[in-house]
């Protein structure tokens, strides 16, 4: 199978964006964006740290991936251990497995923890194996989960910034999970007790872009805060671990990534088509490519592309490999479907375009 291959560079219109600087006061701190896993900003951000409450992101995760959080569960003996906060659901009460999650992310209730690892997996160990079992999965490569609430006088979590920032970038993509930290209060009565919780997330109330997160506390860890926003289409993720100023240290994170960073598509699906010289065939995308850059980036973008002049029907035949400057950034796969809906072979597209002046170079 012969491949032809040729490269061009894209030319867009941007807009400058002003450059707000901004002092970083957590011991160490990351900012990543959530759709493409870029790292905008980081500090230390691979240093191994206690964690505190911010555990709890695992704790949800692994009992949405794990249970119907419809049914209704009976309160143990577990929570009697815990101390801190909790949301002092007592013995024997029955609540529902979604109630639980709203304590624990809300309220970040330690009893809420126990009680869901024991309703999931019937011990608080083997939920413990669940935890770091999918730590591994995600890639929390310098990650080792001990309990399921953050506790750490007699067991410790230890985790980095990013490891934390790969976990809430796996969070985000759960719908439910999304909903519960965004939520500002929260009432539930269980027939025994009403129950009022309040978001301790207090960037959710003071930061209009704010989407959601968690907080915690320990003094071995110190303050440490995840969370998420969104403006402008650019979706970020930021931790910060042993913090003093964490809320006011999140927005100024956020501000000055927003003031530098715009999401750019880079390769548009519903535009995209090769020259006939190239291809004689339908070529297709099955989805865009987009990412976040500076306005100085932008001009660093290259793509490559690579076609085979076979025609496979509806199967792949070639792909679009995308650098920032020489670091590969994203690739596309090149699909063929011949007289697929919607498209015409005749067009010629921006994309398309592009490809025939830079092959004539």
Known sequence: ??????????????????????????????????????????????????????????????????????????????????????IYIEVGEKIKIKDLLYGLLLRSGNDAAVALAVAV?????????????????????????????????????????????????????????RKIVKTKKYTVSTGEKTYLWYNRNKLLSSYENCTGGKNGYTPSAGKTLVTTATKNGLNLTIVTLNDANIYQNHKSLYENIFSKYQNYTIIDKDSFAIDKVFYDGVAYLKKSFTYPLTVQEVNQIKTTVMISNQKLKNQEIGNINIYLKDKKIGSLDIYNQENRLGQKKEKTHFLSKLINFFSKK
Do not use: W
């Open 1 to 86: 199978m012969r491949k032809k291959v040729f490269s061009f560079f894209l030319i867009c219109i941007v807009l400058f964006t002003h450059n707000v600087s901004a002092k970083d006061t957590a011991y160490s701190s990351i900012v990543m964006d959530l759709d493409s896993g870029r790292v905008l900003y980081q500090k230390k951000a691979n240093e191994k740290r206690l964690i505190a409450s911010i555990t709890k992101i695992m704790t949800a995760i692994v009992t949405l991936e794990n249970s119907n959080i419809e049914d209704t569960v009976e309160i143990g003996d577990e929570v009697l251990k815990m101390y801190g906060t909790n």
């Open 121 to 177: 997996s019937k011990s608080e160990d083997e939920f413990v194996k669940k935890m770091n079992e999918k730590a591994q999965e995600i890639g929390m490569k310098n990650t080792v989960f001990a309990n399921p609430h953050g506790l750490d006088e007699e067991s410790q979590n230890y985790s980095t910034a990013y490891d934390m920032a790969l976990l809430s970038k796996y969070a985000y993509q759960n719908r439910i999970y």
